[in-house]
């Protein structure tokens, strides 16, 4: 299968990025490591009109040292979060995350900013994003705008972003401890659900992979485990205002079920590596 | 619009139309048919190439997004009649069938033990998580995968 015919742009700078962006609007797609771009275009579940390769951008891609926080650029790849010395010792969790996404020849590509604007509930790194309140830092012709992580997505495949924005960085928080339990049938598959517990600032935090139309901060687990709860107790509450759907990979009760015990595993884990 | 990519050391231009695959730029445009294409979803693994240096599935990629990258295939491993030493493993541990995932499963592997000189078992299977052998032979090419770490495939 190959694509749809359609305009190509390869920018050199941010700059003439944005500019590209302003001028076509809604006729473009910008394509960063294009592992959910390509893909939709080849089966043409997408047929963008014209395709802005963002590859040439290279100071994009990048990790920094914020003091509190990781900054990181756009363009970093899921095998850089694997293998970056700064994200093992100050998001640890976003280094495991980062390597159960799809299999290394996706990782050698896929992007952190393309996978939080694909906004696909199944996906994985968002979890980080949201469970920490990250910062997502977007720039358009007219400026930058910072977004909670949390509200970037609103729905399927849906964000805030505008047609000429476009995701430059993200600002992750410092965790400590933490654990992501994906539950797959097969090796590479995306997440049939996945829970993610994290600790920063003290607060343990949880996150929920493809339990509904975007990934969910499950709010009423942290509250029971603010009142000192078991894990075992307050995994229980982890379906609250959740709307999973039902598929081939699984029943609506079944990702249910799945994310009460995900979320017991995920925060017994923390537990233990916080004991030790 | 012009696309200039190295290719098994040997440089190459042709002008692509934008929505070329790097996967048929490789085959029908330059003739180079080691990779194959096993599927339309990104999923299998047999399109598996490096690009500088590292595995990716060259279906999954424009061509032009290779602009000025340089690209190993399966027919650049060999050293003239000498093959890699991962291909000797494969060869030595029947690590292939019908052969179809053979020249992905082979890049996959220069890739993981570029990466990880001296993995194990587990760690094999893990980097093999994006190739598909439908012949299912996946216990000789761990340990094909092994024994070419074993005699220092890395090199
Ligand atoms: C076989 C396979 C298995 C996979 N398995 C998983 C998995 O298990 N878990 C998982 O989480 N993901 C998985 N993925 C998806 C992968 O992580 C993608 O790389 C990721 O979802 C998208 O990132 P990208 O850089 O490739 O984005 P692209 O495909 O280039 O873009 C995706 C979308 O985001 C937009 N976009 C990209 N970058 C920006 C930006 N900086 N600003 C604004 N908009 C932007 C594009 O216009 C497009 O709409 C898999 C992919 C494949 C092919
Ligand atoms: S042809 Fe199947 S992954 Fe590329
Ligand atoms: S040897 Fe036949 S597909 Fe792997």
């Not at chain 1, 473009?28 to 963002?54: E, F, N, T």
């Not at chain 2, 424009?62 to 991962?86: K, R």
């Not at chain 2, 179809?100 to 587990?122: I, K």
């Amino acid at each position: 299968m190959i694509p749809v015919a359609f305009g190509y742009h390869r920018p050199e700078t941010l700059d003439e990025a944005l500019a590209l962006l302003g001028e076509l609007g809604d006729e473009a797609k910008v394509l960063a490591g294009g592992h959910s771009l390509i893909p939709m275009m080849k089966l043409r579940l997408a047929a963008p009109l014209a395709v802005v390769d963002v590859g040439r951008l290279h100071s994009l891609r990048y990790v920094r040292d914020g003091g509190d926080h990781l900054a990181i650029g756009a363009l970093t790849r899921h095998h850089d979060l694997e293998t970056d010395s700064l994200v093992a010792q100050r998001v640890p969790v976003l280094r495991s995350v980062a390597h159960l996404v799809g299999d290394p020849q996706v990782r050698h590509r896929g992007t952190l900013g393309g996978t939080l604007a694909h906004a696909d509930p199944a996906g994985d790194l968002a979890a980080v994003a949201v469970a920490l309140d990250a910062t997502i830092v977007v720039a358009g012709t007219t400026g930058r705008r910072e977004v909670p992580a949390g509200d970037l997505a609103t729905g399927y495949f849906e964000t805030t972003l505008a047609p000429e924005e476009m995701i430059v960085e993200i600002k992750v928080p410092y965790a400590e401890a933490g654990e992501y339990q994906k539950f797959t049938r097969r090796a590479q598959d995306w997440a049939v659900v996945g829970s993610l517990a994290v600790r920063s600032r003290g607060t343990l935090r949880v996150a929920l992979v493809n339990m509904g139309a975007t990934t969910i901060r499950a709010t009423a687990v942290e509250a029971a485990l603010a009142e000192g709860t078991s894990a075992a107790e307050a995994a229980v509450e982890a379906t609250v205002g959740t709307s999973p759907v039902g598929d081939l990979a699984g029943s609506a009760e079944y990702r249910q079920h799945l994310a009460r015990v995900l979320t017991e595993r995920a925060l017994l884990a923390v537990e233990r590596s916080e004991r030790r | 619009m012009q696309l200039e990519i190295t290719v098994n050391g040997r440089r190459y231009h042709h002008d692509v139309e934008p929505r070329t695959l790097l996967i048929h730029h490789l085959r029908d445009q330059l003739g180079l048919t080691g990779a194959n294409v096993g599927c339309d979803t990104s999923s299998c693994g047999a399109c598996t190439v490096l690009l500088d240096g590292a595995s990716v599935k060259s279906c999954t990629m424009l061509a032009l997004q290779a602009d000025g990258a340089t690209i190993t295939t399966v027919e650049g491993l060999a050293d003239g009649e000498i093959p890699h030493p991962v291909q000797a493993a494969f060869r030595a541990n029947h690590a292939l069938q019908c052969g179809f995932c053979t020249p992905g499963m082979v890049m996959a592997s220069v890739s993981l033990l570029a990466e990880n000189p001296h993995p194990d078992a587990d760690e094999v299977r893990t980097a093999l998580e994006g190739n598909l052998c439908r012949c299912t032979g996946y216990h000789n090419i761990v340990r094909a995968v092994l024994d070419a770490a074993a005699q220092g495939g890395a090199e």
